[in-house]
């Protein structure tokens, strides 16, 4: 099996490197357009394999995409920062030329892969591979709701100094400060949280689940790569072992819950043949209204994109 993870910076160094080190694949590619950069991460991967005992293949190369042909699993990490005096349409409009040229290249040399999108904003880079590759949208999909659902489940856990690994919580809608927790899905080794933390400081968590992202750049000037570059590699992991994993991830809605004009966060099957089943809830009014809200938000993103 071969994985292509496209962007050697840290969030696609991270990934690629979690690849190796847990064996996802006997292969994983590092593209990047920085001379020189993929080659010397792969390489310092690979370098480490005898240490941390893998035999994991890592493999760098410097935009050509001739190397990462019969990718089984694309992971597109590619695109620029916002920077100060950037609107949010130059993001778009700069970010959307990327993942287009990528894609296109992605689909060259592996017209069967599946894509995971990591580019930001992701649920607009999502619309934006999909319209490029053409694929299905099985085999389409951004990664964020695993991400938001492990922020949430870590403030949780310094909450009631429990193990994050016994949280389960389930996060829908757009990557960012509309996303939809639901948390009547979550839960401790089965105990509802509404049981165990007051409704305020739940409030709180759910403040700061949504604007996480934001909180790690204040503190580090720049964007988190070890969390993001961990889900991706889960859902990877997740497609190349045919594990069946329920995971909310982006996607194109066709008619569940509503929505058949939006790429939003729902939870889905991920297994050997990309999105299995998308899992539709029975939401109460007050969530469906928020994930109404979330649509709107991401649709109004997706226009700019359209009117470019």
Known sequence: ????????????????????????SNKVVL??????????????IFQKSSI???????IGSTNDYSHTKNSDVVVITSGLPRRPGMSRDDLIGTNAKIVKSVTENIVKYSPNCIIIIVSNPLD??????????????????GMAGILDTARFRAFISNELNVSTKDIQAL???????????????T????IPVTELIKDKKLNEIIE??????????????TSAWYAPGAAAAQMVEAIIKDQKRIFPVCIKLEGEY??????LGVPVILGSNGIEKVIELNLNQNERKLLQESRKHVREVMSVLENL
């Open 1 to 24: 099996m071969k994985v292509t993870v496209v962007g050697a910076g840290n969030v696609g160094a991270t990934c690629a490197d979690i690849l190796a080190y847990r064996e996802v």
């Open 31 to 44: 593209v990047d357009i920085k001379d020189g950069l993929s080659e010397g991460k792969s390489l310092d």
């Open 52 to 58: 941390n005992l893998y035999d994991t293949k890592t």
């Open 124 to 141: 607009v880079m999502t619309y934006q591979a999909h319209l490029s590759s053409k694929f299905p949208r099985e085999r389409i999909m």
């Open 171 to 185: 996060l829908l809608g757009g990557h960012g400060d509309t996303m939809v927790p639901l948390i009547r899905y």
């Open 187 to 190: 839960t401790v080794s089965g």
């Open 208 to 221: 700061r689940t949504k604007f996480g992202g934001g909180e790690l750049v204040k503190l580090m000037g």
């Open 258 to 263: 509503g929505i058949d004009d939006c790429y």
